[in-house]
């Protein structure tokens, strides 16, 4: 039996999956560790690679691309460890990042989850790997600009955190699915990924219902890793404009919008759907620039 069983959900990332998969073997308990790849019909290298290269990885193919809940939602039933980590492809560990996370899970009983420093490339700190529970409140401070104008604030930046120390260990709300390590028994107490959520936001559902369990969810700074942000949502813009905006209204609906009046819960989803048309139309008119540009 594994300690920590790694379900990774790959789509036309062979490289980042490559590199990904190269820096879990520096990790000291990689012996102890199951992988899983869940590949959503990339139609590339990708199986050819993980047959060739890594062997020792348990591969899922499917027929068609299932988005990412239900992708590791096919692989968590078969694991064995008693952590499972939801990990992205387009990661790479740094040092034992992974064991580290196991070990502080071994060490606080009533961690439901936890998750590690997030990196972008450029060694910045990703802010979607910890959080809070999102809010209409913190929605109003996002879009006026007081979050970035008061990023000390508790009350401005509470979404976002930027106030606290991101070297301090602490409780958080939401961790990201990038890479988040759940205990199996709080998973069998409170399910599976939401399969209503292609991909986007199903990391949160899954936080709400971790700390409506009666469990904790920390961040640990001790565990670093670095994530190349969005590299397979990049190559479906539109697609996966939709997905962000549905998994916030499937959110909101599931978690949020039982304490408010139904004309303001109609209000938040005409909001939720306005911005992404207003996403995709920016990211449109962005392209053909830099196109013309070319």
Not at 94 to 100: E, F, G, Q
Not at 226 to 241: D, I, K, Q
């Amino acid at each position: 039996m594994a300690k920590v069983s790694i379900v990774i959900v790959s789509w036309r990332t062979p490289k980042l999956l490559t590199n990904c998969l190269q820096s879990l073997q520096m990790d000291g308990q990689a012996e102890q560790f199951e992988i899983y790849v869940v590949d959503n019909a990339s139609g590339d290298e990708t199986l050819s690679i993980l047959a060739k290269q890594f062997p020792y990885v348990k591969v899922l193919a499917n027929s068609s691309n299932a988005g990412f809940s239900k992708a590791c939602n096919q692989a968590i039933p078969q694991t064995s460890g008693e952590f499972i980590l939801l990990l992205n492809p387009d990661t790479v560990i740094n040092a034992n990042a992974i064991s580290k996370m196991s070990t502080f899970m071994e060490s606080h009983p009533q961690c439901g989850a936890v998750g590690p420093k997030v990196l972008n490339e450029d060694g910045s700190l990703q802010l979607a790997c910890r959080r809070s529970f999102p809010s209409p409140a913190a929605a109003f401070f996002r879009m006026t600009y007081l979050s970035k104008l008061f990023p000390k604030s508790k009350l401005f930046s509470k979404y976002n955190l930027t106030y606290a120390d991101p070297d301090a260990c602490i409780e958080v709300d939401v961790l990201s699915g990038a890479c988040m390590m759940v205990r199996r028994k709080v998973i069998d107490q409170i399910g599976l990924l939401d399969e209503d959520i292609f991909m986007f936001c199903e990391d949160m559902d899954w936080c709400w219902r971790i700390k409506q369990a009666g469990f904790q969810i920390f961040y640990l700074p001790e565990a670093v890793i670095y994530h190349t942000h969005g590299a397979s949502s990049r190559l479906r813009p539109v697609g996966t404009t939709i997905d962000l905006h549905k998994g916030m209204a499937v959110f909101y609906r599931k978690h949020l919008a039982p304490n408010y009046w139904a004309p303001f819960n109609t209000l938040v989803y005409a909001a939720i759907w306005m911005r992404a048309a207003l996403f995709i139309v920016i990211n449109s008119v962005r392209a053909k620039v830099l196109r013309q540009q070319e």
